[in-house]
């Protein structure tokens, strides 16, 4: 079985444990308020700031027999420059203070996930951080269209606070078929498990940044 299929069988029990977040679950239900979706862009700000950080080291760390990966990531770096100002300009149509968001410190939670994919890539092996691509966005594409739309429905916010999760909807489906091909070259029975075990634990990370939002997160980047 190819890896991204794997990835996508063998993650059911992590996935669903993101997608019942609380917050989660209320947005789909309409059930949200404008200081819950400024909570959630500032702790997106956060994990978004560090992608090409990320991505760099990542291409520091691949072996040579990895070259082709290697040019994928050099890819992924030009394309992901520049999205966390998107995160802060959704922020402001929001009527919250982008630069107050800027300067605000992370949630635990958030951090944590930072701070495990850094030393993963470090640690354990560069292809970990392929786990936390498919989290990122394999799962958006599921949720984040859905998301934007029950958000916009319930709050009548701008179409251009939604630059964001709308960049990672299905607009983005060309960049999970990308994925899913670079993916699908990983035929190493340890690369697979490396891939599919941290994409286990990133499902969990993000879920426990969405469980740790709260609106009140949002006073301290009040307008």
Not at 25 to 35: H, N, T
Not at 121 to 136: A, N
Not at 176 to 185: A, Q, R, S
Not at 210 to 221: G, H, P
Request: proline residues 2%; charged residues 25%; hydrophobic residues 40%.
């Amino acid at each position: 079985m190819s890896l991204y299929q794997r990835l996508i069988n063998e993650t059911q029990e992590q996935r669903d444990y993101l997608l019942s977040s609380p917050i989660i679950q209320r947005c789909f239900k309409g059930d949200i308020q404008v200081s819950d979706y400024a909570a959630f862009l500032t702790q997106a700000y956060h994990h978004v700031k560090h992608t090409v950080p990320l991505l760099m080291a990542v291409g520091a760390k691949l072996p040579d027999n990895k070259e082709w990966l290697r040019e994928a990531v050099a890819e992924y770096i030009e394309e992901e420059l520049g999205h966390q100002e998107w995160v802060l300009n959704d922020i402001a149509q929001c009527g919250f203070n982008k630069e107050e968001a800027r300067k605000s410190e992370a949630n635990f939670a958030t951090e944590l996930m930072v701070s495990y994919a850094y030393d993963a890539i470090s640690r354990i092996s560069p292809l970990t951080f392929f786990g936390m691509v498919h989290v990122l966005e394999g799962t958006s594409i599921a949720m984040a269209d859905n998301a934007a739309q029950s958000i916009q429905k319930a709050l009548n916010l701008p179409d251009k606070a939604f630059s964001y999760l709308r960049s990672h909807g299905s607009l983005d489906l060309e960049h999970v078929k990308f994925f899913e091909g670079l993916m699908n070259k990983i035929d190493d029975n340890e690369e697979q498990e490396l891939v599919l075990n941290s994409a286990k634990k990133f499902f969990i990370l993000y879920g426990n940044m969405f469980r740790s939002l709260s609106a009140s997160d949002a006073n301290a980047i009040a307008a």
